[in-house]
């Protein structure tokens, strides 16, 4: 049962860019927080940041505040990651998750309900 489909991960080398997609059913998406979490080989799983739904209202990680923008497109059930001056650090398979937490900009995976396959980003030096 495949909620939300990612796209648009791939190599980059560091100080490039790359748009995450994540597609999303209308029942899914509708009224839902959508977020972007990332795990590093060897590491837990992190998050990166969400959207709100009823106010479009956006949240970061300090990791990515500054490089990163995350938006949605209502009328279309996506969502994106426009993920830009790339770090090596950065490198990671990139989920896409979708819930109602009470607090939009919830950091927490267990508040999220539906989740991607994921999708790999790697950054070389």
């Known amino acids: 049962q495949v909620q939300l489909v990612e796209s648009g991960g791939g190599g980059v080398q560091a100080g490039g860019s790359l748009r995450l997609s994540c597609a999303a059913s209308?029942?899914?998406?509708?009224?839902?927080?959508m977020g972007w979490f990332r795990q590093a080989p060897g590491k837990e799983r992190e998050y990166a940041s969400t959207?709100?739904?009823?106010?479009?209202?956006?949240y970061y990680a300090d990791s990515v505040k500054g490089r990163f923008t995350i938006s949605r497109d209502n009328a279309k059930n996506t969502v994106y990651l426009q993920m830009n001056s790339l770090k090596p650090e950065d490198t990671a398979i990139y989920y896409c998750?979708?819930?109602?937490?009470?607090?939009?900009?919830?950091?927490?995976?267990?508040?999220?309900?539906?989740w991607g396959q994921g999708t790999q980003v790697t950054v070389s030096s």
């Open positions: 998750a979708a819930g109602r937490p009470i607090l939009s900009g919830s950091k927490y995976p267990y508040d999220y309900d539906y």
């Open positions: 209308a029942r899914t998406f509708s009224r839902s927080v």
């Open positions: 959207i709100s739904w009823s106010r479009g209202t956006t």
